[in-house]
T-cell receptor, first 112, second 113 residues
Framework: QKEVEQNSGPLSVPEGAIASLNCTYS??????FFWYRQYSGKSPELIMF????GDKEDGRFTAQLNKASQYVSLLIRDSQPSDSATYLC????????????FGAGTTVTVRA | KAGVTQTPRYLIKTRGQQVTLSCSPI?????VSWYQQTPGQGLQFLFE???????NKGNFPGRFSGRQFSNSRSEMNVSTLELGDSALYLC????????????FGEGSRLTVL
């Protein structure tokens, strides 16, 4: 079982729609959760992090965490063509582990 | 504020050779991590350094090594290159004594022939 799994995609959504990305993780003791965006040919950039159960909103992005279900998601509201990218879910399994475990990524394409 | 700088950006080596990649973190960042990115395996953790100490190492063979200098700059070395080492090597720095809020460099793309 992979440590972090994401819905495989690719995901194609029309402009203005909601893109929903899902991620599950294997270790129940995982501490912190991150979403990175990677444009083609570029390096990943952090867009959201969440540490506690519930929702966290930042502009058009909402991260949702459910530790009991070992599930984290990212919603992109009012999707724009500029949101077309690969979204990487990353998990810090243990405090003081000093590493992130990444999912394989979900590629999102927003159709104009 | 300058970002994470990695050199060289592109390099081509042949099997059996060795390579050294360099990373300069964002000023003030003391944690430097290295990741390997390939289409098949995604982002894989190599190692992390803080104040010249390696705090964690991923599941890579001993041919992969790294170090960090007193100015927080870091290098990674791969010896006896194999075809499978062809990848994008990403360095990331962090301002906190934690892991997740990483700032990535543009990467060093290594091709092994």
């Amino acid at each position: 079982q992979k440590e972090v799994e994401q819905n495989s995609g690719p995901l194609s959504v029309p402009e203005g729609a909601i893109a929903s990305l899902n991620c599950t993780y294997s270790d129940r003791g995982s501490q912190s959760f991150f979403w990175y965006r990677q444009y083609s040919g570029k390096s990943p950039e952090l867009i959201m992090f969440i540490y506690s159960n519930g929702d966290k909103e930042d502009g058009r992005f909402t991260a949702q965490l459910n530790k009991a279900s070992q599930y984290v998601s990212l919603l992109i509201r009012d999707s724009q063509p500029s949101d077309s990218a690969t979204y990487l879910c990353a998990v810090n399994m243990w405090t003081n582990d000093y590493k992130l475990s990444f999912g394989a990524g979900t590629t999102v394409t927003v159709r104009a | 504020k300058a970002g994470v700088t990695q050199t060289p950006r592109y390099l081509i080596k042949t099997r059996g050779q060795q390579v050294t990649l360099s990373c300069s973190p964002i000023s003030g960042h003391r944690s430097v991590s290295w990741y390997q990115q390939t289409p098949g395996q995604g982002l894989q953790f190599l190692f992390e350094y803080f104040s010249e100490t390696q705090r964690n190492k991923g599941n890579f063979p001993g041919r992969f090594s790294g170090r960090q200098f007193s100015n927080s700059r870091s290098e990674m070395n791969v010896s006896t290159l194999e075809l499978g080492d062809s990848a994008l090597y990403l360095c990331a720095s962090s301002s906190r004594d934690s892991t997740g809020e990483l700032f990535f460099g543009e990467g060093s793309r290594l091709t092994v022939l």
